[in-house]
């Protein structure tokens, strides 16, 4: 795991095995399936990292030999949200790793000329006691970003149960992001370049929506 002078609460994944498959995403000719794959395959890798410090407790079972107090995940439970609609290329895998997890869905798409997010819809499981996985693969502006985290906060999430993932940022995005939610830990499999002219995150890989669903 890496950060950046810049970002405190930004941390990227840099695990060989997320920086390989990432490449392959990159590239223009990587096809549908194989791009969805690889997203799915990278989000499980990175699930494992962002799990990682999730509070454990005991709960006695009994296996065919004896009683144990085995560990188990403590008190809070999960929430996987995905952006609409490319945020449902990384919810996929998030709930191999966590089957029993509740999803809500924030539906924001980017408004061409402005580019600032229009909210179409908000779907979310009870916010009490649950940590809530927020996930998008691209932080360009950062404003549906920061869109979304505001709906789980006037909803009475805290910044302490939102963990927010994304495949590519750009330091304009991040930047956003901190400035409006500074507690908020984002993980990301790579920080871009920047921002072109029209807030597509260069190197970047292209409109992750178009790439997961096969669309134009
Ligand atoms: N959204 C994308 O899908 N790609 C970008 O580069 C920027 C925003």
Redesign the pocket.
Known sequence: MKQDPRFPNLFILNHPLIQHKLSHMRERDTSTRTFRELLKEITLLMGYEITRDLPLTTRQIETPLVTIDAPVIAGKKLAIVPILR?GIGMSDGLLELVPSARVGHVGVFRDPETHKPVEYLVRLPDTTDRIFILCD??V?TGNSAVHAIDVLKKRGVTDEQIIFLALVAAPEGVQVVQDAHPNVKLYVASLDSHLNEH???VP?L????DRIFGTK
Not at 206 to 209: L, M, R
């Open positions: 490319a693969p691209m360009a807030a597509y995150i970047g292209g409109d992750a929506g």
